[in-house]
């Protein structure tokens, strides 16, 4: 009975784990977990959001509806006022770690890593949106 309790408490651990990661993973996610944020949208913004889309003049939440949680949310001063600039990061393996792979003592323990970068970013003026851009991914070669 001694051996089962750790499998117990590891089982709840990875779906805890599992849960909060997915937990606002996706738009239609985000946008039935709440609702009323969606509600609160005009119809335009409501299909915009719906696909992962944002436009100028959009509320702070409706941008957290579309893109989800950033990463990185960076104060700032751009023209006489306060902005906040929201950048989201991609995740990936450069070319060069596609194989071979060295395999440690244990086949299953090598991971490749997988490096970050900025994917899209927006600013907030007055909470609202007054720029967005989606940025290129890097090179594939000379990392």
């Not at 702070?60 to 949310?73: F, I, N, S």
């Not at 927006?122 to 594939?140: D, E, I, K, Q």
Request: aromatic share 16%.
């Amino acid at each position: 009975m001694k051996r089962r309790v750790p499998w117990v408490a590891l089982t709840f651990g990875i779906a805890a784990t599992a849960l909060l990661f997915t937990s606002c993973g996706t738009t239609g996610q985000r946008i039935s977990q709440h609702p009323e944020i969606y509600q609160r949208l005009s119809p335009r913004d409501q299909a915009l959001v719906s696909q992962g889309q944002i436009r100028p003049g959009m509320t702070m939440d409706a941008v957290w509806l579309a893109w989800g949680t950033p990463e990185q949310k960076i104060p700032g001063y751009g023209r006489g006022r306060p902005t906040e600039t929201w950048v989201y990061l991609r995740y990936e393996t450069p070319p060069s770690y596609g194989g071979p792979y060295y395999y440690g003592p244990f086949d299953w323990s090598y991971i490749p890593p997988k490096f970050p970068y900025p994917s899209k970013g927006v600013t907030f003026a007055n909470g609202r949106v007054v720029f967005f851009r989606h940025l290129p991914s890097p090179p594939p070669l000379g990392w």
